[in-house]
């Protein structure tokens, strides 16, 4: 049998292209009717750091209905209160992995269940359908972090005590 001798010279493995996370916001995945959505962002903020503060057990007066709805259904609410809770949430993609990074505007835990709320100004329900998207990505995550209990996701819209469960699984 002849021995064959090769010069392997420098042996090379190349390294698979390692890409980076897509970074993206729950709401990326939204497509909102932007003409019928509320009284304007200001307002948003405003009521929205009303329900933070006032989950928190701060001292706050309601200074409009929107804000005397959130302040009443928080006083409905047994068990923790976490407002304002950044998450991070990846995903497996084909090619590569998306991290969700948002805020959940108050998640509310018992013995038993997680809620996600998100507050919503909207004068409307048009875009619901929208915010349930942006609370399926949160739900993701929370399954994740809660996975011994049940995950409900709700939409309350300050404007009425409307509070809409998202119906998708």
Same mark, same amino acid.
């Given at each position: 049998m002849d021995s064959q001798q090769t010069d392997l010279g420098e042996l090379k493995i190349e390294m698979p292209?390692?890409? $980076? $996370?897509?970074k993206k916001s729950p709401h990326d995945e939204m497509e909102m009717t932007e003409d019928t959505v509320g009284r304007g962002p200001e307002f948003g903020t405003k009521v929205h750091d009303f329900a933070e503060k006032y989950a928190k057990g701060e001292d706050m007066e309601p200074r409009n209905k929107d804000e005397e709805n959130v302040?009443? %259904?928080?006083?409905? #609410?047994?068990?923790? #209160?976490k407002p304002e809770v950044p998450i991070k949430i990846p995903e497996e993609g084909s090619d590569r992995k998306t991290l969700y990074s948002g805020t959940i505007d108050l998640l509310h835990i018992t013995e038993d269940k997680v809620e996600i709320i998100d507050w919503k100004t909207d #004068?409307?329900?048009?875009n619901h359908e929208e915010y349930e998207k942006q609370l399926e990505v949160y739900g993701k995550g929370i399954k994740r972090i809660f996975s011994g209990k049940e995950v409900e996701?709700?939409? %309350?819209?300050?404007?009425?005590t409307d509070l809409l469960q998202v119906r998708r699984p």
């Open positions: 292209e390692k890409k $980076a $996370a897509i302040k009443e %259904f928080i006083d409905s #609410l047994e068990g923790e #209160l #004068l409307t329900r048009e996701k709700q939409v %309350f819209y300050t404007d009425s």
